[in-house]
């Protein structure tokens, strides 16, 4: 079964938003039960037959607010920092709610903040720094990697594979991203970032999703870089990141990798029964 929803209603509701042209389809599932498998989400990842996103987030029910990711493949993700930011900040507005509490599942409970501008924040969580947990195919040095270019791997929930450049702009992300994407030493595939450091609290970064492919922005990924570049000491724990899409701003704290950046509610539209039923 693809999708369940009120017999008495020819149409299917979800929510467009993005964070720096990272872009998702929001389903909100506490207000009519909805069910995804992989065919539909591809379906609806499709940018000229469908609605067209870089991610699916599926609201639930939980404690507070829960959240499930989809890739555009159709495979789950364990992490998505701009879809979480956008979620949240449409969440507290709601509620006049300055704090919230997200769980994500396979990550766990997360907390969002929006200061005096409306800015929203969300700690992403520790990042993950053991090979087993990231998780790597073997017992190697995570900082750097026996892939060319001594790559740095981190978990931010789900798995990224850093590598710091002279120029991001000469790297040929299309050809390097799915080789690294599927590289035997992830199991699990990778997400993978090229870096350019601007300055001791600057890094210019395009990225790879995997599931996805070239994305303008990653939230996740950028929390990995920061986390990669101060472990490193090319930076220190607080850094702006110029992405393709704009910027973000990572701050690597005792309690978490904290993200903020600008978010986007684009528009609500419906999905229509033919739609579904052409599935």
Known sequence: MRAMHDPLSSQWPFMKMHGLGNDFVVVDARAQPVSLDAPLVRALADRHRGVGFDQLALITEGDDLTITFYNADGSHSAACGNATRCIAAREMAQRDA?????????????QAVRDADKVTAVNMGA???????????????????????????????????TFFVEDVSAIDLATRG???????????????????????????MRVWERGTGITLASGSSSCAVAVAAARKGLTGRTV??????????????DDGVWMSGPTAHVFDGVLTQSFLDGL
């Open 240 to 253: 702006r990141i110029d992405l393709d899409g704009g910027t973000l701003n990572i701050d690597w704290r």
């Open 127 to 161: 990042p993950i720094l053991n090979w087993q947990d990231i998780p790597l195919a073997s017992d190697v040095d995570t900082l750097a990697l026996p892939i060319d270019g001594a790559p740095v791997a981190t978990g931010m929930g789900n798995p990224h594979c």
């Open 178 to 204: 799915p080789q690294i994407e599927h590289h035997p030493l992830f199991p699990e595939r990778t997400n993978v970032q090229f870096a350019q450091i601007i300055g001791p609290d600057h890094i210019r």
């Open 98 to 110: 300055d704090r919230l509490n997200i769980t994500i599942t396979g990550r766990g409970s997360l």
